[in-house]
């Protein structure tokens, strides 16, 4: 080594800082309005930085939704890669004492947790339109009739659902109508709606009354995400009908296969929920319970 020369280790070290300098260069380039949220929000967001790049370098979008993360063998059940005590954890940070609507801050938050832990795009504002709320109480609703003529009986024949029997079938249908015109029409989707249904008040969303016909068609079968933050059981659902009234106390409903799932069946059935769209234009992600490995 000649006099003045660096000795070797001390180049390797060199290039070793101006390669991770450029690494760190490029991804806030292509990221620094991600990384920048994370950084502002990290007392509340506590994620791990190894989850996060990995989030960022692979975006979840409709093809890796169903492709990487739900199981041939049973697409409605999606395989997320966080547990469900650290999403439990996270949003009790981020929730009101009180179940109470959410600030535009906490519904920005709490999506983002919710995009991250289950790969789907949750939102609270969907075509620039809302429900009164993303964070309220749910209670047991009942069956929907799926077609004319639809009874319990044809719901399960001879199966043993007998734990569902016992919510019975609403006398009317839902606010939308019939899933299906009739029974020989009725598709698996039309099954799985009525299944995996929610009833939301849609009579108290801002605009309503200005513009009743467009909402209505909005809000029809548009696919939500629930989810039980006290344990972090959630399912993927669509709004199959109306309600429930505000002198209830209750801020919308669950169909009987949705409040099982939640284990929403203590007692009085009811509890908090956060439910917020899944912006889904492609029909890619399928209804039903989600669950953790």
Do not use: C
Request: charged letters at 20%; proline letters at 6%.
């Amino acid at each position: 080594m000649s006099h003045g020369q660096k000795p070797h280790f001390q180049l390797l070290k060199d290039a070793w800082i101006k390669r991770h300098q450029k690494a760190h260069k490029n991804l806030w380039s292509k990221h620094k309005a991600s990384l920048q949220w994370m950084k502002d929000n990290s007392k509340q967001l506590i994620v791990g930085s190894a989850t996060g790049l990995l989030m960022l370098a692979h975006p979840a979008n409709a093809t890796t939704i169903t492709q990487g993360f739900f199981p041939t063998s049973n697409p409605s059940e999606e395989r997320v890669a966080h547990t469900r005590e650290e999403l439990v954890h996270q949003l009790s940070l981020l929730l009101p004492d009180t179940v109470h609507p959410l600030s535009a801050d906490e519904q920005k938050q709490i999506g983002h947790v919710l995009t991250t832990f289950f790969h789907v795009p949750a939102t609270t504002t969907l075509d620039g339109k809302r429900l009164n709320r993303n964070y309220g109480i749910i209670g047991a609703e009942q069956h929907l009739m799926r077609y004319p003529g639809d009874t319990m009986q044809t719901h399960f024949g001879n199966e043993e659902d007998g734990v569902f029997w016992s919510s019975g079938m609403a006398p009317g249908r839902g606010a939308w109508g019939y899933f299906a015109n009739s029974r020989t029409e009725m598709t698996d989707e039309d099954i799985l709606r009525e299944k995996y249904y929610i009833a939301v008040q849609t009579f108290l969303s801002p605009g309503w009354p200005e513009n009743t016909k467009e909402l209505y068609a909005f809000f029809k079968y548009r696919k939500m995400l629930v989810v039980n933050p006290e344990n972090g059981k959630a399912v993927v659902v669509v709004i199959g009908d109306a309600g429930p009234a505000q002198q209830t106390g209750k801020h919308l409903g669950g169909s009987p296969e949705v409040m099982a799932h939640l284990e929403r069946q203590d007692g009085g059935a009811r509890g908090p929920v956060l439910y917020y769209f899944i912006d889904d234009p492609e029909d890619t992600i399928p209804l039903g319970p989600i669950v953790f490995d």
